[in-house]
């Protein structure tokens, strides 16, 4: 089983390749370089250019005052 890990550099991400490694299972960790969550032509790219079984999202927006604040937000809609 092929393993896409987002946020593998992160608290819960870290955990979670930890876990995975452990398991012996093959495991993607994109970094945020390779693939940019908040937009969605480098989302596409990504899936096209790379094959897995499962998706494990780990990210996390970490700014929490602009969170609050809509004319802030970072992704569209928020």
Known sequence: MKIALLGSTGMLGSKALEVFRQSGLEILTPLRNELDISRDDR???YFKSNS???LVNCTGYTQVDACEDKE???LPGM
């Open 43 to 45: 989302i596409e790219n």
């Open 52 to 54: 897995f079984d499962v």
């Open 72 to 74: 802030k937000a970072p």
